[in-house]
């Protein structure tokens, strides 16, 4: 009895180690990530590190429960060598596994903007970039490598080891057996409790940390463990009930159709991509801040552009379901990687295939990265060119690639350099027949940044890594346009060019709810009226019937967005979800709802950086938009579940 009971001392001194090394990286995570956390007030700070063991103890409960049953089940024969190995290898391999992606989310949130789900295991699936990548990441995050060695070897220098008594002989009587059988049954209750966070009626979720800490805060309260436990396994959605269908459709509907007089016109569709171009790095957008985009800069002020745009998502994959499909990121994990991949789909690819256009899409990337091949299958798209295909032809363009004088096209890490990608583009497109769609997603401006050689120091570096990457980028897609211009299709054709996502930002508004998704969307075609500045919300999942608007299209399409050269543009809205929340941006106000209640509401016109929570003000306007969202959030469930994302009737 007395050696069992050392077994539960023991267990207790292990998790109070883990707490403590939980800590160790939630600290490393605010330290390394300030600038997203630095509005917090200390006495904040403090409370939240207090309601974060919560979270902590679930994840370290769930994650170590067979470690749990080793130590407290009363007949096992614990005083041997084998049993202290076992019990010290499976501690340590574990809780290893949940320090390293504990502290690799202490850079790869810069990124992303929350934890780190399942879905990152799902992209090793899809690709292979992340397996190749890793010799960079660890070259450029050497520091996280120093992080993970010094918790990891505090969790086995620290480590509590089990002694026993082996003189004296053991004795386990009929009450020794009853009292550790009582004591092992309320153990287990103990941590069944633990695990689901309390005594709660459902166990705490990622949603949940919204209850002790502002939206923007949230992942600071969880860890990495916690939120891929929490993803793993999981149905993507679940149906919502919030109205009943004739309110439903009342409320918000997924049909679009412009009745237009004129007949259609069959335009060239070029869209263009532009891996992490973040307002904030546009001068003609930011006009107050440094600009990196000369050449984007000038286009834009021969273009449509909408100055208050937004990404539906924080990641490259989520990108091309929004702009291509008008299928917002309103779930955790992408809808490329999710179990609702395969459905049967509107698109703009196919809407104009179904028009006779020739479609394709363009990515210097490996063949098959983040699954954007298989995807553009299933959008319609017939031809995907990657990095295969430019190294198969490249002879082909012999004359204008030699001039860029690179040692290699290849840029080691992703693909192929922008500047040779957009050469091979612009040539590519030339043979196409027309009307033709086509569609270009650049790599350079990704980590790790890499530019040819011969362009190192030639752009603005500024304070970021990222920004010397944006010039380079900036300055290939000139060149895109320059070789373009002089192209007899250049004329009729329709440019569309918008960022996948945003980046780091410097600026304190860029890191907050609504900053942190800014980006351009841009319409430009040459000789046209397509000149002005726009300042009404607009949305990747605008993109899709804004074009079919433009060009006369007239039959009924299915879209989450709306047209952005509609007359009415009073209900614009844009909208987001990550960590559990989901956003309601439209041109007075942003509105944070956590699935079933609002829990904040801004005035984003009069209070930029969102300090004034106005939850109990405008009653009315803050119903309205959470009424909207509720009846969006209800439809892209159901049409999801029931493989409803496309148009029914013609």
Not at 222 to 246: I, R, V
Request: proline letters at 3%.
């Amino acid at each position: 009895m007395k050696n069992y009971l050392k077994n539960i001392v023991i267990l207790a001194k292990k998790f109070f180690l883990l707490l403590i090394i939980f800590q160790f990286c939630r600290i490393s995570f605010f330290i390394f990530n300030f600038e997203y956390f630095k509005e917090i007030e200390f006495f904040e700070l403090i409370k939240l590190f207090f309601f974060a063991t919560k979270f902590d103890i679930s994840a370290i409960v769930n994650f170590n429960f067979l470690l749990i049953l080793l130590h407290i089940f009363p007949f096992l024969k614990k005083n041997n060598d084998f049993y202290k190995k076992f019990i010290f290898y499976l501690f340590f391999i574990v809780n290893f596994f949940l320090i390293t992606v504990n502290l690799i989310d202490v850079e790869y949130f810069n990124f992303t903007n929350k934890r780190s789900d399942i879905d990152i295991f799902k992209l090793f699936f899809i690709s292979n970039d992340l397996f190749f990548l890793i010799p960079q990441f660890v070259k450029d995050y050497f520091y996280i490598l120093i992080l993970i060695f010094i918790a990891s070897f505090s969790l086995y220098f620290f480590h509590p080891k089990l002694k026993f008594d082996e003189n004296k002989k053991k004795i386990f009587s009929k009450n020794d057996a009853f009292f550790s059988t009582l004591i092992f049954i309320f153990l287990i209750a103990f941590f069944i409790i633990l695990s689901r966070g309390g005594l709660n009626l459902k166990p705490i979720r990622v949603i949940s940390a919204s209850k002790y800490t502002k939206p923007e805060f949230i992942p600071l309260i969880l860890n990495t463990p916690f939120t891929l436990m929490k993803t793993f396994n999981k149905a993507d959605l679940k149906e919502k009930n919030f109205f009943n269908k004739k309110e439903l459709e009342k409320t918000f509907s997924t049909k679009r159709q412009f009745f237009k007089k004129n007949k259609f016109q069959k335009l060239n569709v070029v869209i263009i991509i532009l891996e992490s171009f973040s307002y904030e790095y546009i001068g003609f957008l930011n006009e107050n801040g440094k600009s990196y985009t000369p050449f984007l800069d000038s286009l834009m002020n021969e273009s449509l552009c909408f100055t208050n745009a937004y990404a539906n998502g924080k990641k490259s994959i989520e990108a091309l379901p929004a702009i291509f499909a008008s299928i917002p990121a309103l779930m955790d994990n992408p809808y490329i990687t999710s179990n609702f991949a395969t459905n049967k789909i509107s698109s703009l690819p196919k809407i104009l295939k179904e028009e006779n256009y020739e479609t394709s899409f363009f990515h210097g990337g490996k063949n098959g990265t983040m699954g954007f091949d298989n995807f553009c299958y299933i959008l319609g798209i017939e031809k995907y060119f990657g990095k295969d295909e430019f190294l198969q032809e490249n002879k082909k363009y012999k004359s204008s690639l030699e001039k860029l004088n690179y040692k290699n096209f290849d840029d080691g890490n992703w693909g192929i350099f922008d500047e040779a990608f957009f050469i091979y583009f612009a040539k590519k497109i030339n043979e196409f027949s027309q009307p033709f769609f086509t569609s270009i997603f650049t790599l350079s401006s990704h980590h790790p940044y890499n530019i040819p050689e011969k362009y190192k120091n030639k752009f603005p570096k500024g304070n970021l890594k990222i920004h010397e990457s944006i010039g380079y980028t900036d300055f290939s897609l000139k060149k895109f346009f320059e070789i373009s211009e002089k192209m007899s299709w250049f004329e009729n054709t329709l440019f569309v060019i918008t960022a996948d996502h945003t980046a780091q930002a410097e600026d304190i508004f860029f890191k907050n709810p609504i900053g942190k998704y800014k980006i351009p969307i841009i319409f430009f075609k040459k000789n046209s009226h397509l000149k002005e500045k726009n300042f009404s919300t607009s949305q990747h999942i605008d993109i899709f019937p804004s074009v079919l608007d433009y060009m006369n299209y007239k039959k009924k399409i299915f879209s989450f967005g709306n047209s952005l050269f509609s007359k009415n543009n009073k209900n614009n809205f844009a909208i987001n979800y990550i960590n559990g929340i989901y956003q309601f941006i439209d041109n007075e106000n942003t509105l944070l709802f956590d699935g079933e209640k609002t829990i904040s509401f801004f005035d984003i016109k009069n209070d930029f950086n969102l300090e004034n929570n106005l939850i109990l003000e405008n009653e009315n306007k803050k119903l309205q938009n959470e009424k909207k969202l509720k009846a969006i959030i209800q439809t892209y469930n159901y049409k999801l579940i029931h493989n409803e994302n496309f148009l029914i009737s013609k």
